[in-house]
């Protein structure tokens, strides 16, 4: 089935923070992982969030965004089609207000993140609210994320050295005065290369958080960055008090990286010719009796691996946040 707007995706939300599990919002790099994410959903009979931010829609577009967006959508369309799960698109840290009107007008994500957490509060409330105005003008099925806080680490560009916890009672103020649908709060992740018991994690204050948006009448789903080096005992933890969208990147694209490497390491020779060979990649090796492997060499062998490695991990995920045998649209 086709992947979904804005308007069911709030009714999965509306079910997380009801049952107390939450969605791996899972970034896409590339297709292979794309399609391995909406595979290990499928297995466990849960809803997936992607991610495009707006770096990975310019690789895509090669250099042009919008043209990547539109590649990826009918990619992720097509693909998705497949499955009886339903398949969501948020389009990750996006702070190009240009861009976002597009993605709006192609109607294409299911959601989408404006991220104007480096700015002063004031600007942030600003310029989240910008968004929210578009999405009313537009009339747009689209649910607005926005973030209140700072995650240490770069993510897409926005670079913050030092992480700054989110204030309960301004969590209140910015969420009254913006609109927006979905709160991302600091409170001790890292974007980036992170282990968990590195990290000065604050379930407690997620808690209060939820609580205080609770008690003035605000029942906004939150949202965790930089979950990829939390430890699952930590992250269900962390879904105990309203977070229901948890971020996954950095342990997506390892993953890619390692099951090829772990391929052609160990496959070394089927690619690369001994040393005392001197071999001539324009004559495609013509002139020595080493040849290679196409059986290692073809891109799909690894493509596939990739595939099957990211499905698995993302099974597993599925388990930690609980989402598993929760979706809607099976």
Same mark, same amino acid.
């Given at each position: 089935m086709?992947f979904?707007g804005g308007?069911e995706?709030?009714t999965?939300?509306?079910?997380a923070?009801?049952e107390g599990f939450?969605l791996?919002?899972?970034?896409?790099?590339?297709?292979?992982i794309?399609m391995g994410?909406?595979?290990g959903?499928a297995?466990?009979d849960?809803d997936?969030?992607?991610?495009?931010s707006?770096g990975?829609?310019?690789?895509?577009?090669?250099e042009d965004?919008?043209?990547?967006?539109?590649?990826m959508g009918?990619?992720?369309?097509?693909?998705?089609?497949?499955?009886?799960?339903?398949?969501f698109?948020n389009?990750?840290?996006? !702070?190009?207000l240009g861009f976002i009107?597009a993605?709006?007008?192609?109607?294409i994500?299911?959601?989408i993140?404006?991220d104007?957490s480096?700015?002063?509060f004031e600007?942030?409330?600003?310029r989240?609210?910008e968004?929210?105005?578009?999405?009313k003008?537009k009339?747009?099925d689209?649910l607005i994320?926005?973030e209140l806080?700072q995650?240490?680490?770069?993510e897409?560009?926005?670079?913050?050295?030092?992480?700054?916890?989110?204030?309960p009672e301004?969590a209140v103020?910015?969420?009254?005065?913006?609109?927006?649908?979905?709160?991302?709060?600091?409170?001790g992740t890292?974007?980036?290369?992170a282990?968990?018991?590195?990290?000065?994690l604050r379930?407690?204050l997620?808690?209060e958080?939820?609580q205080?948006?609770?008690d003035?009448?605000?029942d906004?789903?939150?949202?965790?960055?930089g979950? !990829?080096?939390v430890?699952p005992?930590q992250?269900?933890e962390?879904?105990?008090?309203?977070?229901?969208?948890?971020?996954?990147?950095?342990?997506?694209q390892y993953?890619?990286?390692?099951?090829?490497?772990?391929?052609y390491?160990d496959?070394g020779?089927?690619i690369?010719p001994?040393?005392?060979?001197?071999a001539n990649r324009?004559?495609?090796?013509?002139?020595?009796?080493?040849?290679?492997?196409?059986?290692?060499?073809?891109p799909?062998v690894a493509?596939?691996?990739?595939?099957?490695r990211?499905a698995?991990?993302?099974?597993?995920l599925t388990?930690?946040?609980?989402?598993?045998?929760h !979706?809607?649209?099976a």
């Amino acid at each position: 089935m086709p992947f979904y707007g804005g308007s069911e995706l709030a009714t999965v939300y509306d079910d997380a923070l009801t049952e107390g599990f939450g969605l791996i919002a899972s970034n896409i790099a590339e297709p292979n992982i794309m399609m391995g994410l909406i595979e290990g959903a499928a297995r466990k009979d849960s809803d997936i969030l992607l991610q495009l931010s707006g770096g990975a829609s310019t690789f895509a577009g090669n250099e042009d965004p919008v043209d990547g967006l539109q590649a990826m959508g009918a990619y992720i369309e097509a693909i998705a089609d497949q499955y009886d799960i339903g398949v969501f698109l948020n389009m990750d840290h996006q !702070s190009d207000l240009g861009f976002i009107e597009a993605q709006m007008d192609l109607g294409i994500p299911s959601s989408i993140m404006i991220d104007a957490s480096h700015e002063p509060f004031e600007e942030n409330v600003a310029r989240s609210r910008e968004v929210v105005e578009m999405k009313k003008d537009k009339d747009a099925d689209v649910l607005i994320e926005a973030e209140l806080g700072q995650i240490k680490g770069v993510e897409d560009n926005i670079e913050a050295a030092e992480a700054f916890y989110t204030d309960p009672e301004q969590a209140v103020e910015f969420v009254d005065r913006t609109g927006c649908d979905l709160l991302a709060i600091s409170v001790g992740t890292q974007h980036g290369v992170a282990k968990g018991k590195n990290l000065e994690l604050r379930p407690d204050l997620a808690q209060e958080i939820r609580q205080t948006l609770r008690d003035h009448g605000l029942d906004t789903p939150l949202v965790l960055h930089g979950s !990829s080096g939390v430890q699952p005992r930590q992250l269900q933890e962390m879904l105990q008090h309203g977070i229901c969208k948890v971020n996954k990147d950095t342990r997506y694209q390892y993953e890619y990286t390692r099951t090829a490497f772990d391929l052609y390491r160990d496959d070394g020779t089927a690619i690369v010719p001994p040393e005392d060979i001197d071999a001539n990649r324009e004559t495609f090796f013509n002139d020595t009796e080493w040849s290679p492997n196409k059986d290692i060499f073809d891109p799909r062998v690894a493509g596939r691996q990739i595939r099957d490695r990211i499905a698995d991990v993302h099974a597993e995920l599925t388990e930690v946040s609980g989402s598993a045998g929760h !979706s809607r649209f099976a």
